[in-house]
């Protein structure tokens, strides 16, 4: 039941949210443009790009659960995770104009080059998403009204994105006049001061009111052993990193997709807006089905349905333009509202944690999903990038082979769609159902007012 202690005010929701907007007006210029970027703008090889993406995830298992250990520990008069949001949000906006910059080094000097200042803008991304993402969980502590918060989240979300996969290319040409590195480094230059202004906002007009059992003692070794232990969490961190494997091969494929099968290069970023457009009517959907269904019920609906609809991409031909738009129509709406269920299960099993052992570590637990995120985005990114070298993708080609067009197809619709219906199957195990979570909240409130004692650590 969400009480006046639990409800958060619309002003605090759409503040919360205006900070993934600020995220994705970054995240997306990665995610839909950076592949096609460092293959036909700046000049590296598909397995290069990919490769990169991939060294750079072996890094993320390491910077993540950092961060979450780090925010977890902080303390300060701003709370343990906005002040992150303070402090990173210019270091990141400077990163993601290097990362779409374009000095003239050589082949070899170009590859470093992209693979410093990617590592180093991911680097960024976790300081400052996953205590962005924590902070969600710490905000209130009614499920619902988490999930509510979350929507709004995501809808603020894809209106970044919307923007992002809809103007970047027209925006890059008309500041570029020609020139796609000027154009492509100017466009990130203007996103990137947006964000950082859109995430002072979210500073400003965010609270953070649960803090961890006042008697825990500070053990990393026992946050980490709870946290293995966690069967809620480690299959949402599965579903999270199958999930994200899946937008990225489909959203860094689709460029090349336009491009050399449909042969409209131009015509991407109308298909971007109108998934996006989706994306945003069905999100709305997300709290009322939760409440209906059950958040595990509608996440293992959505994975099954939107993954075959997905599937079905492989089927129309180029002329096809109407099916294709439908189908891709049809699939966003199916799974958009799971996307705010990942955030608020992965609230729901700190919670878990909290219940079940008396001990806290929020930062850590979203540190699944951040690493889920951008895990996802960059095996996802370098199975695009090796699947493109491995179809005979040629850099830089007006022309590709009928083999590399196929691949390409194959990876905005089959591999894709097969893979996030694979989620279903993973969530059959998820153990937190709407009564445990509503005992759950019950039980952690009455703790926090001292009325009942915490189990034994």
């Known amino acids: 039941m969400t009480t006046e202690s639990t409800r958060l005010s619309v002003k605090e929701k759409v503040g919360y949210g205006l900070g993934d907007t600020a995220s994705h007006f970054v995240w997306d210029m990665v995610g839909f443009w950076i592949l096609i970027f460092y293959t036909d703008t700046f000049g590296i090889s598909a397995a290069a790009a990919g ?39 210019l270091p990141y906006s400077v990163l993601a104009v290097l990362a779409f910059s374009t000095p003239d080094l050589g082949q070899s000097g170009k590859v470093i080059y992209a693979a410093v200042t990617y590592l180093l803008l991911m680097s960024a991304y976790t300081a400052i998403n996953l205590p962005y993402s924590s902070l969600g969980a710490v905000m209130t502590s ?29 925006l890059a040409g008309y500041f570029g006049q020609g020139d796609n590195a000027k154009g492509y480094r ?30 825990q003692q500070d053990s990393i070794k026992k946050d980490f052993k709870i946290l ?55 999100l709305p959907l997300s709290k009322p089905l939760a409440k209906w269904f059950g958040k595990k019920n509608v996440f293992i609906g959505s994975s099954l349905l939107s993954g075959l609809f997905f599937i079905l991409l492989y089927l129309p031909g180029a002329e096809s333009i109407g099916w294709i738009y439908a189908l891709n129509v049809l699939g966003k709406m199916a799974y958009a509202p799971a996307v705010p269920l990942l955030w608020t299960m992965i609230a729901d099993a700190a919670d878990y944690a909290e219940w079940t052992t008396g ?8 540190s699944a999903a951040t690493f889920a995120q951008k895990g996802g985005w960059g095996i996802g990114g370098a199975l695009a990038g090796w699947l493109l070298a491995a179809y005979g993708y ?64």
């Open 359 to 366: 001990r806290r570590a929020t930062g850590l637990f979203f």
């Open 186 to 215: 100017l466009t990130v230059t203007l996103f990137a001061v947006i964000a950082f202004i859109l995430f002072m906002v979210t500073f400003l007009s965010t609270r953070e009111r649960i803090q961890p059992p006042q008697t």
């Open 228 to 282: 293995l232990r966690n069967r809620p969490w480690v299959i949402l961190a599965v579903v999270g990193i199958v999930s994200f494997v899946m937008f990225a091969l489909q959203n860094l494929s689709l460029a090349y997709y336009f491009k050399y099968y449909i042969g409209r290069e131009e015509s991407v970023q109308l298909f971007n807006v109108v998934g996006s457009v989706a994306l945003i009517v069905a």
């Open 51 to 89: 490769t990169i993406m991939f060294i750079a995830r072996l890094w993320d298992m390491v910077s993540d659960p950092l961060m979450g250990v780090i925010s977890d520990r902080t303390r300060s008069k701003w709370g343990k995770f906005r002040p992150y949001i303070l402090w990173t949000a």
């Open 394 to 457: 040629v850099v830089q080609g007006t022309e590709q082979t009928a083999l590399a067009l196929t691949g390409i197809k194959l990876l905005i619709s089959v591999f894709p769609g097969l893979l996030y219906m694979s989620c279903a199957l993973v969530l059959i195990f998820y153990n937190l159902d709407e009564a445990t979570c509503a005992t759950m909240k019950r039980d952690l409130e009455e703790r926090r007012e001292g009325e009942t004692p915490a189990p034994e650590e």
């Open 142 to 170: 009614d499920s619902l009204e988490r999930t509510s918060l979350n929507t709004y989240r995501f809808v603020c979300a894809f209106v970044g994105q919307l923007v992002v996969s809809g103007l970047a290319l027209t």
